[in-house]
Every structure is written in C-alpha cells, then in structure tokens.
C-alpha cells in the first residue's frame, strides 16, 4: 500500500544543496547582454566591478558554468533557517472540492519572512570575503532590506537601505527590524543623494518607487568609500542563489514520487520565481519533461503581460546598466495603494527571455481577488501569507478549480514566498472593504514606454 504523502514534507540538513544552479547554462539562446548606458555597448566584467562586488558580478556575467559551489559559511547560515519545507495543501484541495494535488514550498519561515534571505547570506557573504565596509541596497516591502540586515549582521557589514516611501509610512515595524539587526533605513525617494532630490523637486508628494530606490542605493554606493550596492531580486546572480528553492523542492518532490504538472510563482522582480522553477525548467529546455510554468503579476503594475521586450534602465535614476527585458518603462510610476512588493517596472532577463521564447506563460491579478485567496488559505492551512505570494496562491486555486471542471488530477506546485504580518494595512483594508483595484490605461502606460532610452545600432 502506498503510504499517504504527510502534510510537511522536511529534507534533512545534509539534503540542502551544496551548488547552485545556473539556469542559463542550459537556455537554447541566451538572453540580450547587459548594455553599459556610458559606452552604448555590451557591459564587460569590469564595468560591472565599481557598482557590484567581484565574485557576484563574476556569477552575473557567467552563462557557462552550470552549477556554482555554495560556500561553507554561507551553508552555515543555510542550515540555520533551511531545508524549508514542502507542504501539500490537502484541507485547501478539500475545500475547493478538487483532483489537483496542491503543494507549496514555504519560504516564510526566518526572521525576515521570505525568501530574501537566500540571495541577502550569499550577497553579504561575498561582500565581507572582498573586505568591503558595507554595502547599500533598495527595500520595497521591506523583506529584501529585513533580509539583508539579518545577513549583513551575521557578517559584521554596515548596511545603508533606501525604503520605498508608501511602504516605509505603512509598515513603521518592518523598518524597527532592520533596525535591530543594525541597519540605516530611509524612506525613499531622500534628501540623500542627487537622484532622490531631482524627484522630489519634480514631484515632492512622490511616494517612490522601488527604481528610485535602486538609483538612489546605487549612488551612495559608488560615492562612498569601502561600499558597494547589492540588489534583491531582477538580477541573474539573484535568480542563481534563489535556485536553492527549486532543487530542494524537486528533492522533496522525487521523495514523495510527485512531479509537478504546473510550477507557479508571483513575479516582482523574478528571483522566487526564477528560483523555483530552474531545476523544472531544465527538464523542459533538456526534453525530459514538459511543465507548464506562470508567472504571476499584479494588474497594477503588468511588465510581463504589457510591458515591452526591450532595453531598460533597471532604476528610475537611469544609472544602472540597461537590461533587455519586459518592462513598463523606468518611468512609470507604479500604484501607491497596491500592496505588498511587486512594484517593479521590469522584470528578471532570464524570466524575460524564456517567456518572450514560450516556456512560461503569466497572468496578472487585481488586488481584491488576491486578498480573496490570501484570506481563503489563511483559514485553511494556518499561514498568513505575504501579499506578494498571495498572487501566487490565487492563480494557483484557479488551475484547481480548472481541474475541478475537468476532473483532471494534475499536480500543482506553487512558491509561497514569505509571510504577510507586516502587511496588516493592506489586510485591513480588505477587511473593511476598502480595497481599490487600479488598473492602468493603456493611455497612462504609452508614456513610460515611449520614453524608453535610444541605443545607437542597438534599440531606436
Ligand atoms: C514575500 C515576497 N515574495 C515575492 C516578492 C517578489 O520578488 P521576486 O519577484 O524577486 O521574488 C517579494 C518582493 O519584495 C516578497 O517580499
């Protein structure tokens, strides 16, 4: 008799992964070559090295090698808060009265509540081996800068983080644990550097942007000694340390003789994602199976499903190096009152590059009917998740209740990336019904896109 798959599915510490995947060195055609927005040509090594610390920006530009050893002392850290475990939702498939197995592989559970912590260890450890001071960084929600705080104090590093405005007045808290953990928080866009103060004096009620806290992150870095910038998500080295995600999942998936028929993931920048699906996603690139993978985005802010495959600026400063991916244009101004961090204006060039080639499909939400789902799991299987994971879980329920019409029996994965305590503004304003679902026109997005930067021979 087959014995029943349990609820929570824990690999032991010597199952963590001791390499990181590169997804890239598997992709059939590589993704366009980060552009230097100074030369108008593709960005070599070194041009890289003033903003980012070396061994990251070796594992930026390295499309080659497939797996990368994780150090010691960032496995240390690793055992600490991983293996995270698989759960199989059985009272959420109960409820909607469905065949699909449901599974989620839950991130949540470390300090910082997310996954952020994965990328933020290796960052800061690689940011303490080159000797630096500290380094700087942007928070939208706040878990990447609550996550990199928790890692530069394992390392002993300063960290300065730029705070997207809206979230720094709604989530005072989140800033209170960066705090704690040592770090500088300021709302952004500051007073602070150039970048933050040309916005203000455009727009002095801006209420930022996670772009304009990478420009003003970035500034800081290059103008002070021993400092570097590190970035939480978009980036490929970002999707490389986030693949700790997908191996362990595919590990706990094989224990329990289940392969996912459908991977899905939110999408703000696409690191979980990216994460999540690399080892599935080589399975399809390498023709040994054939998963569907969705992205899931907020209708507020939809790089994948209308923005434009083109070069971009990742920062709304335009000072960082221009990436091909889909965006919304480093100009727009995403909604203040959407939740949680999945503001961002583009999206990671890999992810942009295999779903502009047809291995991923994406969906957008509005916000109501992802609170809707966040309540709906909440009660049933006792996380309260994340407002960004929350998009995952929506769409998540919509292929098992596909399945329920269908009475197919397929097998969903989806990542629930982090836990929501820290977005109680957001529930309650579901709670109360006062919730706004901002869709933009067509007409409020031509602007950002038509302002997309020229690049002679390259992109008119
Ligand atoms: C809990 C959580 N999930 C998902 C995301 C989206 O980021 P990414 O697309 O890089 O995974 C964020 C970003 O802040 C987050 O805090």
């Keep these: ?71 010691e002392e960032v496995l240390d850290i690793y055992k600490i808060y991983r293996p995270s475990p698989l759960c199989r939702a059985y009272n959420l498939e109960k409820a909607l009265d469905t065949p699909a197995k449901i599974y989620y592989k839950f991130e949540g559970n470390n300090t910082s509540g997310s996954h ?3 990328s933020a260890v290796a960052q800061a450890y690689y940011a303490g081996k080159e000797g630096l001071k500290g380094v700087t960084t942007e928070t939208g929600a706040g878990q990447w800068g609550t996550a990199l705080s928790e890692a530069c104090s394992y390392f ?71 400092y570097k910038y590190v970035l939480g998500s978009v980036l490929n080295q970002v999707v490389l340390h986030q693949s700790v995600i997908g191996l362990e999942s595919k590990t706990a998936m094989e224990l329990c003789d289940e392969y996912p028929d459908i991977v899905i993931g939110c999408a703000g920048g696409g690191s ?21 993978f ?17 070069y971009d600026f990742c920062d709304t400063g335009k000072i960082t190096p221009m990436a091909k991916m889909y965006t919304l244009g480093c100009t727009f101004k995403p909604s203040a009152n959407h939740a949680g961090g999945l503001r961002y204006h583009g999206m990671s060039p890999i992810l942009s590059k295999l779903y502009h080639d047809g291995y991923m499909e994406a969906v957008a939400y509005e916000q109501t009917k992802v609170f809707e789902a966040a309540v709906q799991f909440a009660k049933l299987e006792t996380i309260l998740p994340a407002p960004e994971s929350a998009h ?19 097998t969903i994965l989806f990542g629930l990336t982090g836990t929501g305590y820290f977005d109680m503004t957001a ?9 706004n679902d901002y869709i933009p026109s067509d007409e409020e997005l031509k602007p950002a896109i038509e302002a997309l930067p020229k690049i002679p021979g390259i992109q008119e």
């Design 1 to 71: 008799m087959k014995t029943k798959i349990p609820h929570r599915i824990y690999l032991t510490e010597d199952q963590i992964p001791k390499q990181w995947y590169n997804l890239r060195a598997d992709m059939k055609e590589q993704a366009a070559p980060l552009i230097n927005p100074a030369t108008g040509r593709p960005a070599a090594l070194e041009d890289l090295y003033p903003v980012f610390c070396e061994d990251l920006a070796k594992q930026e530009m390295d499309d080659e090698t497939r797996y990368f050893d994780i150090p």
């Design 294 to 310: 969705i992205a899931v985005e907020p209708a507020s802010c939809p790089s994948l499903t209308r923005g434009v495959y083109r």
């Design 156 to 226: 002993g590093l300063d960290l300065e983080v730029y705070m997207v405005k809206v979230s720094f007045q709604q989530k005072p808290f989140r800033k209170d644990i960066m705090k704690t953990f040592g770090a500088k928080v300021f709302a952004s866009p500051s007073e602070r550097t150039e970048a933050g103060r040309r916005i203000l004096a455009e727009d002095p009620d801006n209420s930022g942007s996670l772009g304009c806290a990478i420009s003003e992150a970035v500034e800081r870095a290059v103008t002070s000694d021993g």
């Design 116 to 118: 952020k912590l994965n």
């Design 392 to 410: 995952a879980i929506r769409a998540a329920i919509d292929e098992a209740l596909k399945c329920r019409q269908t009475g197919e029996a397929k």
């Design 427 to 435: 529930y309650a304003a579901y709670n109360e019904g006062n919730m």
């Design 272 to 292: 979980n994602l990216g994460g999540l699906i690399a080892p599935f996603m080589q399975d399809k690139l390498t023709g040994k199976s054939d998963p569907r």
